[in-house]
């Protein structure tokens, strides 16, 4: 039974780390759940509760980054919340322009909206890049920090 459940957890480990391209994915539960089916199929004999609590934490880390860090940035750099929902509303659009479109997405979503709002080039210009520093930023260490759930599962399993 432990081949079915790593086959089972490894298949949700793959659709999380693509959820932290796609965000009509929930990357980070994904992951977590994954490791839970696999503690039912076997029983549970490898993974404590410590292991749980502290990648549950993980997840919840990730998912506050998922929101925070563009946020934080456009802050840094003047942006207004127009500017913060234009990057939101340029990272979906740009999903569909895969991969040229998720790296100038959320940049122009947060100058058009700013532009729009503030009629200010400079502080949209900011407001862009703000919104695609913080964006990558958080896209890295969200990355980081679905390898290091699924990496210490498999240290734990194997």
Known sequence: MEVVGLI??????????AGTFVPVLPGAPLIWSG?????FITGFEKLDLFFFIIQGGLALVMLVIDYAATAMGSRCFGASKAAIAGAALGFLIGLYFFPFGLLIGPFLGAVLLELIFSRQADRALRAGLGAALGFW?????KLLLAGAMVAWFFVKVL
Do not use: E
């Open 35 to 39: 490791m839970l089916i696999y503690g």
């Open 8 to 17: 089972v957890a490894s298949i949700f480990f793959l659709a999380g780390i």
């Open 137 to 141: 930023a958080g896209f890295a260490v």
